[in-house]
Each structure stands twice: as structure tokens, then as C-alpha cells.
């Protein structure tokens, strides 16, 4: 028969045991939540013209970029890039919160593509059903690029639109590969180029 003094002893032990792995789950778990941020960015993608209904021989240039807000996140993204180029930085909080503003991100992204359009096409619908043409494309193009941010896509959109238009093909039918990044301001002139960088890294691959 166990006696009170080994009962309560068996008791403490499993209890310390207990607390012990509940403390340890609890440390890992603010380890691993707490928020710290880290912006990341690497060579992307190079996107045909064509995949997003440009009849182009053109490609634009893509970079992954972001951020991360907690130690597991960072690893996580850090071991789904998978590439000796790409930049975690450790960055604050304040910046964090206002880095990466979707909404504003998809604005930037149809602005420069209304741009692109109104540089290459804007006075060159002699009649309403011109109009309604290039609304639809413009409409196609932007539902296209959807999944994709920022503004970087306008000037090869516009070069793209270009060739299309006039029968071109810059590739000497796919003799050069060619593949840019570039925004289209509203006063149709070629403004700043982010993640350069990790683009010109990209496209010499």
C-alpha cells in the first residue's frame, strides 16, 4: 500500500514534469509568434507578354518580395525562396506596418497599365468601336495582372502593345530574348524601376 509521503512525492515529480513541458510550449510559442519583422525580397519570375494577352515577344521581369512577422514565418519564406540571392532584412515595426499596402499596390499596378495604353493607343481610336475594343483589352489586361503588384509591368506592357499594333517582333522571331521593368508615369515617361537588382539577376539566368 503507498504511503501519503511517496503519493505526494510521485505527485511533485509529475507536476514539475508538467509545468516544466507547459512553460517550454508556452516560451516556444511567444518565440515563435512574437513579432519581429523582416522584409525579403529575391529574383522572381520572367513573364511572357503573351500570358497576359499581349501579342508580344517582349517579357517583363518579376522580383518576390515582402514581409515576414514572426521568427517562423521568416524561416518558413526563407526556406520556400530556396535561393542563394535572395535579402532578408530585419526591419521595425513602424515600417512594417505601412510597407506593403495591397489596395495601394493594385492601384499602382492599373495606373501604370492606363498609362501604358494611353501612350501607345490614346489617339488612335478613329471610331466608338475602337474605343470599345481597347476598353476591353485595357479590362483584359488589368484582370490578367491581378495576381500581380506594383507598377513595374508598365513600360514592357507598353512596348508590348506596341509590337502588337504594328505587326512587330523586337525578338527577330526569337532571336533575342528581351525582358525589362520599367513604371509609365502619367505624363507617359519611363519613372523608377524597384528590385532592380534582383531583375537584372533574373534575366541574365
Known amino acids: 500500500m503507498q504511503t501519503a509521503g511517496s503519493w505526494i512525492k ?3 515529480r509529475q507536476w514539475t514534469i508538467v509545468s516544466l513541458m507547459f512553460s517550454l510550449l508556452v516560451c516556444g510559442t511567444m518565440i515563435v509568434a512574437h ?21 508580344s515577344s517582349v517579357h517583363f521581369v518579376t522580383v518576390y518580395s515582402g514581409i515576414t512577422e514572426s521568427w517562423l514565418d521568416r524561416y518558413v519564406t526563407e526556406w520556400s525562396l530556396d535561393d542563394d540571392e535572395a535579402v532578408i532584412t530585419r526591419i521595425n515595426s513602424y515600417y512594417a506596418k505601412y510597407a506593403i499596402d495591397w489596395e495601394e499596390q493594385s492601384e499602382y499596378r492599373e495606373h501604370t497599365i492606363t498609362h501604358a495604353f ?32 506594383g507598377d513595374s509591368m508598365g513600360l514592357m506592357v507598353a512596348i508590348g502593345l506596341h509590337e502588337e499594333l504594328n505587326g512587330l517582333d523586337f525578338s527577330a522571331a526569337g532571336q533575342y530574348v528581351i525582358a525589362g521593368t520599367g513604371t509609365i508615369e502619367a505624363d507617359q515617361s519611363v519613372g523608377s524601376i524597384a528590385g532592380v537588382e534582383h531583375k537584372l539577376i533574373l534575366a541574365e539566368r
Do not use: C
Open 10 to 12: 510521485g505527485s511533485v
Open 118 to 149: 494611353d501612350a501607345v493607343i490614346g489617339g488612335r481610336s478613329d471610331s466608338s468601336v475602337e474605343t470599345e475594343n481597347h476598353g476591353r483589352k485595357l479590362d483584359a489586361i488589368l484582370s490578367n495582372t491581378i495576381d500581380f503588384y
Open 35 to 55: 513579432p519581429v519583422y523582416y522584409e525579403f525580397e529575391a529574383p522572381g519570375e520572367m513573364i511572357p507578354m503573351r500570358e497576359i494577352g499581349i501579342n
